[in-house]
T-cell receptor
Framework: GENVEQHPSTLSVQEGDSAVIKCTYS??????FPWYKQELGKGPQLIID?????GEKKDQRIAVTLNKTAKHFSLHITETQPEDSAVYFC???????????FGTGTRLKVLA | DAGVTQSPTHLIKTRGQQVTLRCSPK?????VSWYQQALGQGPQFIFQ???????QRGNFPDRFSGHQFPNYSSELNVNALLLGDSALYLC?????????????FGPGTRLTVT
């Protein structure tokens, strides 16, 4: 069935360093890949997304890359700040299925 | 512009009881999806409502049912509650754009079953 694997499960970086979170999806028909940030006691917040016809997308300190052949996509956060500390989820959607398949999450800790 | 709102924030129920959770979508959105998020896990898709009908359903038993109203708001009902139903229930609203549904989540309802 459809599956999204996410690594690592926890990630600690020093403030100012970069963080990379990786996801692999199983459904080759998946065509939309959003990333969410979830802070304690809150719902997931959409931070960036990418469609299957694009290889890379950047928004200030955040970027996402997609390798359709390998069925991998990654979130890159540069110049990390303490407020980046949260749980990050990747997801994949196949057009026409109307549902997101989420990864298991990465707890990012940015150490001041 | 108000985002997705959910009520109640927290709820405590006993095994075997029934519960109703409510969701109001973001302004301009006509589609509502419900997800269950167990502690330490990613959200799991329950179902999606569009035009007052269930359009897609995940791997959840019939004890989970829903409804969408003409104003696009939605309810999630869970019957015969089990301890394993304890979780954060998330509502997400969306509208199609170029074939893609960007989903925006509410803060969730924390359900505890004792």
């Amino acid at each position: 069935g459809e599956n999204v694997e996410q690594h690592p499960s926890t990630l600690s970086v020093q403030e100012g360093d970069s963080a990379v979170i990786k996801c692999t999806y199983s459904d080759s028909a998946s065509n939309y890949f959003p990333w969410y940030k979830q802070e304690l006691g809150k719902g997931p917040q959409l931070i960036i997304d990418i469609r299957s016809n694009v290889g890379e997308k950047k928004d200030q300190r955040i970027a996402v890359t997609l390798n359709k052949t390998a069925k991998h996509f990654s979130l890159h956060i540069t110049e990390t700040q303490p407020e980046d500390s949260a749980v990050y989820f990747c997801a994949a959607e196949t057009s026409g299925t109307y549902k997101y398949i989420f990864g298991t999450g990465t707890r990012l800790k940015v150490l001041a | 512009d108000a985002g997705v709102t959910q009520s109640p924030t927290h709820l405590i129920k006993t095994r075997g009881q029934q519960v109703t959770l409510r969701c109001s979508p973001k302004s301009g959105h006509d589609t509502v999806s419900w997800y269950q998020q167990a502690l330490g896990q990613g959200p799991q898709f329950i179902f999606q409502y569009y035009e007052e009908e269930e359009r897609q359903r995940g791997n959840f038993p019939d004890r989970f049912s829903g409804h969408q109203f003409p104003n696009y708001s939605s309810e999630l009902n869970v019957n015969a509650l089990l301890l394993g139903d304890s979780a954060l229930y998330l509502c997400a609203s969306s509208r199609p754009w170029q074939g893609i549904y960007e989903q925006y989540f509410g803060p969730g309802t924390r359900l505890t079953v004792t």
